[in-house]
């Protein structure tokens, strides 16, 4: 709330009636560390206009760099309307859709989010969405296990390509349930899975199969051969995907000859800004074979005894209405602001504006590329087809030289010399649509000087 109403004799009641000498002895169960710290930084006594003026002048120190980071949240222009719409009141503050005769526009554009999710994946169903690709690859893994009724194996094939941010997530999530990830690694020429290499694994026991797509090198994994081996060992198959290059990249239902299992990952890049790591949404679909095993909210469309249109929830037979011991999952809500957001983003740029947003992204890496690639100590370290990503090798370390070019304002990429030492000196570089040719060429300015310096 921007302003609090009540008056010193309003709070000094309300702590008599509970029986508290103070506001601050009320929450004495939080420890010191965590509490709110004066602000120190601002005088006492300044005006509305002078606290705005030192707020306006800290904020322009964030402002102006050009963002070359990806590895999984990306920056693409959102419509102004997106956001416009989203700050409505009946979505900013709309309360969770359990009573549906009063909830009927929050619980339609969760059915549009569904319904456009489900067609982009080409997946028979989405659920109302999950915290992040992150916790909805979790998700997926838990899901599997449980789906996979011919399987009574608790281990899944995890490859080195997924984000390791997300191998992150989902190791702490399920490592205490007796879930065993195998780690996959990748080809170090091509940064993709060799599909030989599975054969190791042939005849054994395993869930499920992860594939990502785009990994998080941005190169493309062979997903027909690895789809094809999994169907074949009885392994169903997780598809972790960028929903923004399925706009020009082959579905995973089509992949090998009976598609993937079960999809997941990131809304992000549908009109939600990077706003320091989010909040954001992920999504969750699944042929309808699996559908009773999906975690969160399904909506469903019906109609009423008089014949209209109607929105509810379906399956209820989940996190919120059931013993916890038989739910599907611990997380039994949606990001419905975020996911308002989406859906809002899809309905106006529609399969030819996500089309060309994905050309274009592509595009901008493809010149990126040729143009760094002139540039003295750097090189590309894969020899691969990507979709907006990848990963240059330079000939000192990283962390220094991308101190250098924010220097310069330009955010150079992704340091992955922690998350893949054997890459030695390795940067992720992304582009999207948002950057044109002058973007790109001070890109490239930006990383000459920064080596030389």
């Known amino acids: ?105 929050t619980l339609q554009v969760i059915y549009e989010f569904q319904s456009m999710m489900a067609h982009i994946t080409g997946m028979d169903v989405c659920n109302a969405s999950v915290y992040d690709g992150a916790s909805g690859l979790s998700e997926a893994v838990l899901m599997a296990i449980r789906a996979h009724r011919k399987s009574k194996s608790k281990r899944i094939l995890m490859p080195k390509t997924v984000s390791p941010l997300y191998r992150s997530a989902v190791k702490a999530i399920v490592e205490m349930q007796g879930i065993e990830l195998v780690e996959l690694d990748y080809q170090q020429d091509n940064g993709t899975i060799n599909p030989a290499s599975l054969e190791a694994f042939s005849g054994q026991d395993y869930a499920a199969l992860v594939i990502p797509y785009p990994n998080f090198f941005g190169a493309l994994e062979d997903v027909d051969t690895l789809t094809r081996w999994a169907e074949a060992n009885n392994i169903l198959v997780i598809a972790v995907v960028n929903p923004m290059a399925l706009a020009i990249l082959t579905p995973p239902n089509e992949w090998g000859d009976k598609g993937a299992d079960i999809v997941v990952g990131e809304g992000q890049p549908f009109g939600i800004p ?105 090189k590309r370290v894969f020899d691969n087809v990507v979709f907006h990503e990848v990963v240059l090798q330079l000939n000192q370390p990283v962390a220094p030289v991308l101190a250098k070019m924010a220097e310069l304002g330009v955010l150079g990429g992704l340091d992955l010399s922690p998350y893949y030492p054997e890459l030695g000196n390795a940067l992720l570089v992304c582009t999207t649509e948002t950057k044109n040719a002058a973007d790109l060429a001070r890109f490239a300015q930006a990383l000459t000087q920064a080596l030389a310096a």
């Not at 965590?34 to 005006?47: E, F, M, V």
């Not at 039994?332 to 994905?358: F, K, P």
């Open 274 to 378: 990077l706003s320091s790591g989010g909040p954001y949404v992920g999504f969750l679909s699944c042929k309808q074979e699996h559908v009773r095993q999906m975690p969160g909210r399904i909506i469903g469309r019906t109609v009423d005894l008089e014949g209209k249109t109607g929105f509810a929830l379906t399956l209820q037979a989940r996190e919120q209405h059931i013993r916890r011991a038989k739910a599907t999952s611990n997380i039994c809500t949606n990001q419905g602001l975020a996911m308002t957001a989406a859906t809002i983003y899809l309905s106006l740029m529609g399969a030819e504006g996500l089309e060309r947003v994905a050309l274009a992204s592509h595009h901008n890496i493809q010149t990126l590329t040729q143009q760094v690639s002139q540039i003295s100590g750097v």
């Open 1 to 105: 709330m921007p302003f609090i109403p009540h008056t010193d004799s309003d709070v000094r009641a309300m702590l008599d009636t509970m029986g508290v000498d103070s506001v601050s002895a009320l929450f004495d169960e939080i420890p010191a560390h965590l509490r709110c710290q004066p602000l120190t930084a601002i005088p006492d006594g300044l005006s509305e206009m002078d606290a705005l003026r030192i707020m306006q002048e800290r904020s322009q120190q964030d402002a102006g760099a050009l963002c070359f980071i990806g590895a999984g949240a990306y920056e693409h222009h959102i419509p102004a309307a997106v956001w416009d719409v989203v700050a409505r009141g009946e979505f900013m503050t709309a309360y969770t859709p359990y009573q549906a005769e009063a909830s009927q526009g």
